[in-house]
């Protein structure tokens, strides 16, 4: 505290601080001073200038700055006093510059304290931080969890800094969530402001990377805990008493103001709280639930809920989250370790997540988005057949593409449409054959089940690898497989749906007005 620098008679009132007033902090080699009037800032700066002079000490003016706080109307009028009378704000000889924001410790601060803007500044920072990681997040060679792993653990980090001050606010982090849709999409292999392409719930999910407002959330819901056993000014916001009002227990601050209350940062984190996780005003007189272990069940609580809100309000809104759900593909994130064994097959792997996300761009699903003719909604460019070019219809049916499928996949088919059987109708099976390959745990389990013996293809050699768990070795197995088949036959599929692309880009198309002329 400043005390040590002759200045604990400065300082501002706070509500709700036992010890009244706070004169500021120190912090390694910064400071930060406070003070409710002109004189009282003179006073403050006369102090610092002694006690630099005291210790041989030299102050960084470039990096110095006085912001004015309060309400717009008191704080032009301040400002403009400051600006007429420089001496109030001159220390070692130099006068400080007045700045309506101040980055502090990596923390923007504004004249208005706008919580908002803070968080799109760490957004902003982060995305730079994106950018200078493009290259690693968008080269396929590298697997897809260990870029998800660096994406979490550095993009997400950055973006999150300092949101146990704004956090628990879905508002505030929706700058940190489209940054990190941004690094979903590139790490999917399309463009970062692309939104029609890429289902990000599923690939969410599948990646293992949580919603923004989670992580913000777990992180205020921490500190709201562990500020109550810290040994700095911050426990002392925590103090008050508990009161009975209405016949319900809250938790009232001592002498904080009516109008300040409902917007503390205590009393906000404690109203979110009760809302998601139901907790009371008596756990904070309760020592054993504001334990260090404790609070970080809590927060991991906070975490579990967070996500699981998201994803419920995907499933009712998203097909591609919906389905994901219905296959339990969570459950089968095992076989990315492929990608880690077999990084020559990137772009198989590549497609096969796209496909497991919903995000693989068929022809049908491109005539859709009016990329190639209407003719290929109901016609595959590929076989020439009147049905619809779908991921199903590609790794099962498409007859242009069966000798590659004799190749790596033939096996597996003929072991799953032995023990998968469909009712009725063409393609026996077809659609449970599709589900087992892009890794539905039900489909492939049971077929092992029913058909174990045949389906011995699954312990050969290209399953024995390091990189997985006996019972991830069925899965990798049937992965491994796929990815050759994606492999082999995705850059001819690119290239033919290339030739159709720009003979449709060629063709004359209606001038807007050209009918009414006409």
């Known amino acids: 505290r400043l005390s040590r620098v002759g200045c604990c008679r400065s300082g501002v009132e706070v509500p709700g601080y036992p010890g009244g007033r706070i004169d500021g902090y120190m912090f390694v080699d910064d400071i930060v001073g406070l003070a409710d009037s002109m004189v009282a800032l003179k006073q403050l700066l006369t102090r610092f200038d002694h006690w630099f002079t005291k210790n041989a000490l030299s102050v960084g003016h470039r990096k110095c700055g006085v912001m004015v706080f309060g309400p717009e109307k008191a704080r032009r009028q301040l400002k403009s006093q400051l600006e007429t009378s420089p001496h109030t704000r001159t220390i070692q000889g130099a006068t400080i510059e007045i700045v309506d924001q101040y980055v502090y410790l990596g923390c923007k601060f504004t004249e208005t304290l706008d919580l908002d803007a803070m968080a799109k500044a760490r957004a902003v920072t982060a995305s730079a931080a994106l950018y200078g990681m493009r290259h690693f997040l968008t080269t396929r060679a590298i697997p897809i969890d260990t870029r998800a792993m660096v994406y979490r653990s550095v993009i997400v980090a950055s973006a999150a800094y300092g949101s146990e001050l704004w956090g628990m606010s879905k508002h505030r982090s929706r700058h940190g969530e489209k940054l990190q849709n941004e690094g979903l999409r590139l790490m999917l292999g399309s463009k970062a402001s692309s939104t029609a392409t890429v289902p990000l719930a599923t690939t969410r999910k599948e ?288 290239r033919a749906l290339g030739v159709i692309l720009g003979a449709f880009l060629q063709e004359p198309r209606p001038q807007p007005g050209m009918a009414d002329q006409a």
């Open 207 to 494: 990646l293992r990377i949580p919603p923004f407002h989670a992580v913000t959330a777990q992180r205020r819901a921490r500190v709201f805990v562990k500020f109550h056993h810290v040994q700095t000014q911050v426990a002392g916001f925590l103090s008050g008493k508990l009161v009975e009002e209405g016949g319900q227990e809250s938790w009232r601050a001592s002498e904080v103001p009516a109008g300040c209350k409902r917007k503390s940062w205590v009393y906000r984190s404690m109203q979110w709280l009760k809302r998601t996780v139901g907790l009371g005003a008596s756990c904070l007189t309760d020592h054993t639930l504001m334990s260090d272990t404790t609070g970080r069940l809590m927060a991991a609580k906070v975490f579990d809920q967070c996500c699981e809100t998201e994803w419920k309000a995907s499933t009712s809104r998203s097909v591609s989250a919906k389905a994901y759900q219905t296959l339990d593909l969570i459950s089968s994130t095992g076989w990315q370790g492929g990608w880690t064994a077999h990084p020559e097959l990137a772009a198989g792997w590549t497609q096969l997540l796209r496909m497991r996300t919903g995000a693989f761009l068929s022809a049908g699903r491109l005539a859709q988005m009016q990329v190639l003719p209407d003719q290929f909604r109901l016609q595959c460019p590929f076989c020439g057949k009147h049905t619809t070019d779908s991921s199903l219809h590609y790794l099962v049916q498409c007859t242009k593409w069966s000798e590659e499928r004799d190749r790596y996949l033939e096996p597996v088919l003929t072991s799953l449409r032995n023990a998968l059987v469909a009712d009725d109708g063409d393609h026996t099976g077809d659609d449970d054959v599709y589900k087992a390959l892009i890794g539905s745990p039900a489909h492939y389990q049971t077929a092992l089940e029913a058909d174990g013996q045949s389906l011995s293809w699954h312990v050969t050699e290209p399953a024995k690898d390091k990189h997985c768990s006996q019972r991830e070795r069925p899965m990798l197995a049937i992965s491994l497989r796929v990815a050759q088949f994606l492999s082999e036959t995705f850059p001819n599929r690119c």
